[in-house]
C-alpha cells in the first residue's frame, strides 16, 4: 500500500492508494476517531456492487451506517438532491460529530463532500473513490459543490476529507469508457507539472489501458502526489492551483452547453485540453511538436480530441465559459502550457484566439464513436 500525505495544518490528511482497502473501511474511520452514526453516499449503479462490504466493514468497527443512494450520472449533482440528502441524515438523526462516507466516482465526491460542508455548517467525511478520475482528481483537494442550469460546480464549499481510501480493485469493474475518461486528469498532470509522467504515460499507455497493476498504482500515485504538493501550497485557489484546471475551462463549457449527458467529464475536457494546447501555440510558445504530443496521447487514450459546433452552439460555448469561476472583470483567463511539463495560470487571450483554437479541433475527428 502507498500513502500520500496533504499537508494542510490540522486539516491534514492522507490517501491510502492499494487493492482490499474498501473492507478497511471500518478500520480507518475508528483511527480518525470519528462520531459513531453515519451515512454512506452512493449511486444507484454502485449500491449493488459496494454499499454491503462498506455498511459491513464499518458497522463490524462499531458504527451506526444507514445508506442514502443517489441517482447515477452528472445530473445527481443538484441542489434537489442536496436537499434530498439533508432530509435523510436528519431522520438519521446525523450530529456534528457523525460523519460521511463518499463511495463513487467524482459526482458522487462532489455531492457528498458538499452536503458534509453544508449539513449542520459543517461534518467530517471521507474519501472511498471508485473511478480512475475520482481517485487521482476530485477526491483529492477539498473541493466540493454542484451545478446549475447555467454552469457546471458554480456552487460549493471548499471543504476537506479526513482520509481518502484509493481501492484499486474498483477498477476491475469499472466500464471502459469511464477509465479512458479517467485517463484525461492523468494526463493533465503530465503537462501542467512532471515531463517524466507525460513520457511515462507515451510509453506505458498499452498496459494502463490493459489495468496492469503495477502502472495502475504507479500513476494514481504520482497523480495524487502532484495535486497534494499543489493543494498544500494553494488550497483555495488563489494562485497555484489554478494550474490544475488546465483545459477545463472549455471542457466545463462544453459539459454545460450539452446538459451533461453527451460527454464524460474526463472527455469534455481532453477536447478542452487539446484546445488550450492550440491556445498556448499561439500565445504562450508552447512548440508544435508538443501540441502535437498531447493530441496523440489523447487519441491514444481514446479520448475525443475534436467537436463539431454550428455558430449557434459555439455561441453558447463561449457563453458559458464566461460563467467560468476563474473569470476575473469578465475576462476570462486560461491556464497555458510553456512546455510540456510547464504552464502559466491566468493568462489573458483575445476572444479571436480562441475562435482559432476552436477551428482546430474541427481537423481532427473524434476517437470516440457513436457520439
Known sequence: ?????????????DIKIGSGLLASLG???????????????????LAPRYAKPALASLKRAGFDAVLVTVPAGETAKRLKQVEACFDQLAAHRLERKS????????????????????????????QVPTTLLAQVDSSVGGKTGVNLAAGKNLVGAFHQPRRVLCDLDTFRTLPEREFRAGLAEVIKYGIIYDAHLFA???????QILRRDSVALAHIVARSCEIKAHVVSQDETESGLRAILNFGHTIGHAIEAITSYGRYLHGEAISIGQVAAAHLSAAWHGLPAKDVERIRALFVTAGLPVSIALTSARRAKLLAAMTLDKKVSGGEIRFVLAERIGKVTWGCSVPIAAVHRALDALHSHKSQIANR
Open 200 to 206: 511515462r504515460l507515451e510509453r506505458d499507455m498499452a
Open 1 to 13: 500500500m502507498r500513502s500520500v500525505k496533504v499537508s494542510l495544518g490540522t486539516r491534514s490528511y
Open 27 to 45: 478500520a480507518n474511520c475508528a483511527a480518525l476517531k470519528l462520531g459513531q452514526k453515519c451515512a454512506v453516499v452512493t449511486d444507484t449503479n
Open 99 to 126: 460523519f460521511m462516507v463518499a463511495l463513487g466516482g467524482g459526482v458522487v465526491g462532489d455531492l457528498t463532500g458538499f452536503v458534509a460542508a453544508s449539513y449542520l455548517r459543517g461534518i467530517p467525511f471521507v
